[in-house]
Structure formats: structure tokens, C-alpha cells
């Protein structure tokens, strides 16, 4: 491949990615209060579509004096995004710590902005064998036909950096929190 074909080969996929960033979203993510600690974010009823970006699944997060926890990423990088630019309309504190509840494309695709932001990310270990039975792969092959350029082939799984085994608990800024293993569920 020549040069130039490979400058315009690259200007185009940076033009791609630009687009697919919380910048080109209609939706909107908009952080509503639960209580003076803690928010959450209401995606639109239905299946995982380009009509609604992929938008169609819930997070919340709580704010402690040392940093915020995140429950869910959303579904697609640029919701991640979106959710990461609502939680700092509400605190310039770190997102320490996410939560994901299951790793259902509409709650982990988002993972990648929060990842970069420094975020630990805490999931059960039963969430690792979808990663590696080739499910996980499938899923990003569907959602990159239906919700691209909000999802590629090319978008990155990211995986927990703790594998949670059952139960747990941590406390952060003063706030415990506990996490129950109910067992397989959606």
C-alpha cells in the first residue's frame, strides 16, 4: 500500500472513530438524582439498535469523598463516553471502580473510556468464560453489522481487572458497598 492511500486509509478511519465518540451521539445521557450520593442514567425501551445508538440499558453510579463507583459501562464505547462526560457534570472526583452486573453487550461495551480513565473494573468470574467460548466475539460480530459506527470488529472486550468469585464487599470514601452473587440472572 502506498503512502498516500495509507494517509487517506488513516484519515479515514480516524474520521470513523471521531464520529462513533460521545460527540456524534443524539442520545442523550443525562444523570438523574436518586439521592445526594447517588445517580443513574435511563437508556430507551427496546432491543440495541442504530435508531437508538445502542442505548437501551440502564447505569447508575454513587459519589463518595474518594472517588465515584460505576454500576455498568453501557453499550457501546461512545455511550461509555457519554456516561464518563455525565458523571463529571455532577464531580471532578475519579472514577475509581465499576461494577459490571453481567457481561450483556448493553452493559460492558462502554468499558473502554473508564478503563482509560483509571478505573478498576470488578466482574464475576463466570463472565470471563463468555470472553473466551466465542460467544463474546459473535455478539461484537452482530452489534458491529447493527450499531455501527457505534460498535466495529475492530472495538476492544475489556476484560475485569478482579474476578469476583461470589460475594463482596469495599468501602470508599467512607461508603461500603456490598456486592451479592444471586446466581445466574439477567
Not at 444523570?31 to 427496546?46: L, N
Not at 453499550?75 to 475509581?96: D, M, N, Q, Y
Not at 473502554?112 to 461484537?140: C, M, P, Q, S, T
Request: with cysteine.
Amino acid at each position: 500500500m502506498g503512502v498516500g492511500l495509507r494517509l487517506a486509509f488513516m484519515a479515514a478511519f480516524a474520521l470513523a472513530s471521531a464520529c462513533a465518540g460521545a460527540q456524534g451521539l443524539k442520545a442523550k445521557v443525562v444523570p438523574v438524582k436518586v439521592t445526594e450520593r447517588v445517580w443513574y442514567v435511563q437508556g430507551k425501551p427496546g432491543v440495541a439498535s442504530a435508531a437508538n445508538e445502542g442505548y437501551n440499558s440502564n447505569a447508575g453510579f454513587v459519589v463518595t469523598d474518594e472517588g465515584v463507583v460505576v454500576i455498568d459501562a453501557l453499550g457501546t464505547p461512545a455511550l461509555g463516553e457519554a456516561l464518563l462526560a455525565a458523571i463529571r457534570k455532577v464531580t471532578a472526583k475519579p472514577v475509581k471502580r465499576v461494577i459490571v452486573t453481567h457481561y450483556h453487550a448493553d452493559h460492558f461495551y462502554g468499558l473502554g473510556a473508564f478503563k482509560k480513565a483509571g478505573a478498576d473494573i470488578w466482574a464475576h468470574y463466570e463472565a470471563g468464560e463468555y470472553l473466551v467460548n466465542g460467544e463474546a466475539e459473535r455478539r461484537r460480530q452482530q452489534r458491529a453489522r447493527d450499531l455501527f459506527p457505534w460498535v466495529t470488529d475492530e472495538m476492544p472486550l475489556v476484560q475485569a481487572d478482579r474476578w469476583l468469585e461470589g460475594d463482596a464487599t469495599f468501602t470508599l470514601g467512607g461508603k461500603r458497598f456490598e456486592i451479592q452473587h444471586f446466581g445466574p440472572a439477567h
